[in-house]
């Protein structure tokens, strides 16, 4: 069953996140859709160093969980 709450602070789609997992920042990634509930579907923009950086690329698109990253919105967001 499809959860459809919004999160506080949900993630707005076409803006541009750095996604952070346990304090390492691990890529900037635009949101391309969230209709509510626990995920949004993302693409990567730009992967930045971290101990997970080979497992992502650059252009992957990927449905994220959210309650287990941390967003926070870049400035230069669209």
């Known amino acids: 069953m499809k959860h459809t709450h919004i999160l506080k602070n949900a993630p707005e789609v076409n803006k541009i996140y750095t996604v952070e997992y346990e304090g390492n920042e691990l890529y900037e990634a635009k949101i391309l859709d969230y209709q509510g509930g626990c ?6 923009e730009n992967v930045l160093p971290s101990p997970n950086e080979k497992m992502y690329k ?3 698109e ?3 969980k959210l ?3 941390k ?8």
């Open 39 to 44: 995920w949004a579907k993302v693409k990567i």
């Open 58 to 60: 650059a252009g992957q």
């Open 62 to 64: 990927f449905d994220l």
């Open 67 to 69: 309650g287990y990253y």
């Open 71 to 78: 967003l926070f919105e870049n400035s230069d967001s669209e």
